[in-house]
């Protein structure tokens, strides 16, 4: 039976193959298409004379906007989610050239990581780093044994 409805498809493809042509200078298929299946659409392409080409057109560029000496901001953010547990917060603030600002997250461990940064032309990029437990004591994770 398998063989029965495999010899009707093959021969419903191959009729179907016979019934589309496809000019040749404009075929990718230059080569014999394996037996069953069917060729391509033929598809009609414009000439190339009926493509226009847009007139250039001049760009101008955008004003430019006053420069700042002394640029200034300063935001902060706290975030305590008591559903997923969530609990970041941070603040920082620009004079200038000099910016100061702190940032702290829990961290996998429990405990809370607290950064205080700075940055100034003279100094670069500084931060300070300390780690504090929350509420009880931190159980530390211990790397397993392994027996040989």
Avoid: W
Avoid at 116 to 122: I, L, M, N, R, S
Avoid at 130 to 137: F, L, R, S
């Amino acid at each position: 039976m398998k063989v029965l409805i495999l010899a009707a498809f093959l021969a419903v493809c191959r009729g179907a193959a016979g019934g589309l042509a496809v000019p040749a200078p404009y075929s990718p298929y230059a080569y014999a298409r394996p037996l069953g299946l069917a060729a391509p659409l033929a598809v009609a392409r414009p000439a190339l004379a009926s493509y226009a080409v847009a007139p250039a057109i001049a760009k101008v560029a955008a004003p430019v906007e006053e420069y700042d000496p002394n640029p200034q901001y300063s935001y902060a953010y706290d975030i305590q989610d008591a559903i997923t547990g969530d609990s970041k917060s941070q603040q920082e603030s620009r004079s200038g050239d000099v910016v100061q600002g702190s940032y702290s997250l829990v961290e996998p461990d429990g405990t809370r990581r607290i950064v205080e940064y700075t940055a100034d032309p003279h100094n670069g990029f500084n931060a300070v780093v300390h780690k504090e437990p929350i509420g009880g004591v931190v159980a530390k994770a211990v790397a397993p044994a392994y027996l040989h």
